[in-house]
C-alpha cells in the first residue's frame, strides 16, 4: 500500500493528477469513498468527527451542527441537503 500512495503523491506531483483526482484515488485505496450516506437520509450523529462530501465531490473533514443542519466546513447559509457524510 506504501507503493500505491508513493505512486499516487508522484503523480500529483509531476502534474500527471491533479489534487482531486488525487484525493479521490487515495480514498478508494483506503475504501472509504463508496459508503457515504445523503444527510436528506439520515442525519448525521452529533459531536463526532465525519468526512462530508459536497456536491461537487469535494471531502472534508468536519462536524455536524444540530442548530443550522449543516456541517461545520459550510457557511450558515448554505443548505446540506445534497451533501453525503462517512463516519471514520
Keep these: 500500500m506504501k507503493k500505491q500512495i508513493n505512486d499516487l503523491l508522484l503523480k500529483m506531483q509531476t502534474g ?3 489534487i482531486g483526482e488525487t484525493a479521490n484515488q487515495l480514498l478508494d ?12 437520509e439520515q442525519e448525521p450523529p452529533h459531536n ?3 468526512l462530508a462530501k ?15 443542519n ?13 451533501w453525503s457524510w462517512k463516519l471514520i
Aim: hydrophobic share 40%; with cysteine; charged share 15%.
Design 29 to 40: 485505496l483506503f475504501a472509504v469513498s463508496g459508503s457515504f450516506i445523503l444527510v436528506g
Design 54 to 68: 459536497s456536491p461537487t465531490g469535494t471531502i472534508h473533514l468536519c462536524h455536524w451542527r444540530p442548530a443550522y
Design 48 to 50: 463526532i468527527e465525519l
Design 70 to 82: 449543516i456541517f461545520t466546513c459550510q457557511a450558515k447559509s448554505e443548505s446540506s441537503w445534497d
Design 16 to 18: 500527471e493528477n491533479c
